[in-house]
C-alpha cells in the first residue's frame, strides 16, 4: 500500500497563497489517480482536485481557477498550489491515491 506524506500546510491570510506537497512511496506512474481532499470542522471530507496518470486534471466548482493541482514525476510528488485562498478554505487537507490510500493530513488555515 503506498505511503503518503504532506507538507507544507499553515498559517495565511485572506488573499494569500500556500503550496502543499505529497510525497509518494512508490513511483507516482504506478498511481492511476491521485488527489487532494479537504475537511473543514463539523463537515464532510470533500473533493479538491484530482490528477490522473495520464495527467488529466479535475477540480470542486468552490476552487476553481484559484488552485491547480500538478506532479513532478522525478521526485514522486504531487502539488496543490492554493491562490487567492479565502477563510472558507480553512481545512484539513489530505492526500489521496487510487481512493483509498491517504495521507495523514495537514492543516490550512486562512485568517487575519
Not at 463539523?42 to 490522473?52: C, F, G, N, P, Y
Not at 510528488?77 to 487567492?84: A, K
Not at 477563510?87 to 484539513?92: G, Y
Request: glycine share 10%; hydrophobic share 35%.
Amino acid at each position: 500500500q503506498v505511503q503518503l506524506v504532506e507538507s507544507g500546510g499553515g498559517l495565511v491570510q485572506p488573499g494569500g497563497s500556500l503550496r502543499l506537497s505529497c510525497a509518494t512511496s512508490q513511483s507516482i506512474f504506478d498511481i492511476y489517480l491521485m488527489g487532494w481532499y479537504r475537511q473543514a470542522p463539523d463537515k464532510q471530507r470533500e473533493l479538491v482536485a484530482t490528477i490522473s496518470k495520464g495527467g488529466t486534471t479535475s477540480y470542486a466548482d468552490s476552487v476553481k481557477g484559484r488552485f491547480t493541482i500538478f506532479r513532478n514525476n522525478a521526485w514522486d510528488t504531487i502539488y496543490l498550489q492554493m491562490n487567492s485562498l479565502k477563510p472558507e478554505d480553512t481545512a484539513v487537507y489530505y492526500c489521496n491515491a487510487n481512493y483509498s490510500c491517504w495521507g495523514q493530513g495537514i492543516q490550512v488555515t486562512v485568517s487575519s
